[in-house]
């Protein structure tokens, strides 16, 4: 399985690994000899809380690292009346009789919560490509299903306005 990123979803990567790689990596191992030199390791909560501090630094290089080398390179370009990754989309949702807009983004940069849906997700993958007007069916799963129209496309947003989800 591969994760579809754009060019600036592993710039952006590749950016954190190198801070992390230079200055988390740095300051977690000073913070693990400083409380090394405290004494005693098994009753020493400090020494413990920043071998923890140094481990996380490490597994979230290594996601990011296998992110990158799995990762299925995709274009943020779209057509202008098509909706793309990072254009904004007002969907009206038929059955609940609701307006929502939401921005299409890559797996990575998901997060329904602030409005940024996943091309993965069932109403990402409902939109991806349609135009303004289209009525589409969202299928959640083989059950259920339900119908959005969509209202209105609107331009790419800032890429600094999406940041990486953090794991």
């Not at 399985?1 to 979803?9: I, K």
């Not at 057509?79 to 307006?99: C, L, S």
């Not at 921005?103 to 409902?126: D, M």
């Amino acid at each position: 399985m591969y994760d579809e990123l754009t060019r600036q979803d592993i710039e952006k990567m590749e950016e954190e690994i190198e801070y992390r790689k230079l200055v988390v990596r740095k300051e977690a191992l000073e913070a693990v000899k400083e409380a090394r030199a405290h004494g005693d390791l098994s009753e020493n909560f400090e020494y413990h809380a920043a071998k923890k501090d140094k481990n996380q630094n490490e597994s979230r290089i290594r996601y990011l690292e296998r992110m990158i080398k799995t990762a299925k390179v995709v274009s943020a370009e779209s057509k202008e009346d098509e909706v793309g990754i990072h254009n904004t989309v007002e969907v009206y949702f038929e059955e609940d009789d609701v307006t929502e807009v939401f921005t299409i983004v890559t797996t990575v940069r998901g997060n329904s919560l602030k409005g940024l849906i996943s091309t993965e997700s069932p109403i990402g993958k409902a939109v991806f490509g349609r135009k303004a007007g289209d009525r589409v069916k969202v299928k959640v799963n083989e059950d259920y299903s339900y119908y959005i129209q969509i209202k209105s496309i609107g331009k790419q947003i800032n890429d600094e306005e999406i940041s990486l989800r953090k794991f």
